[in-house]
């Protein structure tokens, strides 16, 4: 059907009084909802990053393009 499920599975062992395993216990759980959050979370902070690094190159290309003004302006009027 195409659908998609994590499930979380932890087992213990059930002993014996010697000591020796008799059986298992298991109990799955459905963690398809927190594998999600999870994977919604890192797109959202790749966006983040991605927009971080597009203002921040924004914002330095003017400071550079001063910086190259008042440099001509020195050497002009040194």
């Known amino acids: 059907s195409g659908?998609?499920?994590w499930a979380e599975t932890?087992?213990?062992?059930?002993?014996?009084s010697d000591g020796r395993v008799t059986s298992t216990l298991?109990?799955?759980?459905d963690v398809t909802a927190t594998v999600r959050?999870?994977?919604q979370v890192e797109e959202r902070n790749r966006d983040l990053k991605d927009f971080n690094y597009m203002?921040?190159?924004d914002l330095k290309?003017?400071?550079?393009?001063?910086?190259?003004m008042v440099t001509i302006l020195r050497e002009d009027f040194a």
Not at 10 to 16: D, E, G, N, Q, S
Not at 26 to 29: E, G, M, R, T, V
Not at 61 to 68: D, R, V
């Open 3 to 5: 659908l998609e499920m």
């Open 10 to 16: 932890r087992t213990m062992p059930i002993l014996a």
């Open 26 to 29: 298991s109990i799955s759980l």
């Open 37 to 39: 959050y999870q994977r």
């Open 55 to 57: 203002i921040s190159h």
């Open 61 to 68: 290309a003017p400071l550079f393009t001063i910086k190259g």
